[in-house]
């Protein structure tokens, strides 16, 4: 819960500060208000917001699947349900970092790079999972 709550509102302040800063006046054809990123790159902006938008949605998934449990204790939500949902959210979070953080395409594949240790890991700990589930064993003991 805390993990989503935290991604929401972190993607929902990226959102209304986006990088590269707002246009402040209306000189050279810009819009006051207008994010500087899309008039510069707009290929970039525009991965940047979709990323972000995903993120921030898969955060409000997260909360809402959670809540219900948290307040009634009865019905448990689906854990793999959870788990791709929380794996959508952390992805689109590196995506939209990596779109915004440099104007260089250089940098940001290098950010990207990242993603393959992380989908590695999470395979790992996948194919772990189902091998001890399947022994019968429990994966917190």
């Known amino acids: ?7 929401a509102s972190m993607t929902y302040q990226i959102g209304l500060k986006p990088p590269g800063g ?7 054809g810009h819009s ?3 994010p500087v990123l899309h008039d510069i790159i707009k ?13 921030f949605m898969a955060s409000i998934v997260v909360i ?7 307040m009634t204790h009865k019905r448990k939500p ?8 929380i794996l959508l ?24 790079f990242i993603i393959i240790p992380v989908l590695l ?10 091998l001890v589930l399947k022994e019968g064993r429990s994966c917190w003991t």
């Open 1 to 7: 819960m805390l993990l989503g709550i935290l991604a």
């Open 22 to 28: 707002l246009w402040q006046d209306n000189n050279n």
């Open 32 to 34: 006051a208000g207008n």
């Open 43 to 55: 290929r970039r902006y525009d991965v940047f917001f979709y990323s972000n938008s995903t993120s």
């Open 64 to 70: 809402v699947l959670l809540l219900p449990w948290t």
């Open 78 to 85: 689906p854990l793999w349900l959870m788990h791709m949902a």
């Open 89 to 112: 959210d952390m992805l689109s979070l590196l995506v939209a970092y990596a779109a915004g953080s440099t104007r260089k395409w250089e940098t940001s594949r290098n950010v990207m």
């Open 121 to 130: 890991y999470i395979a790992i700990y996948a194919v772990a999972s189902v």
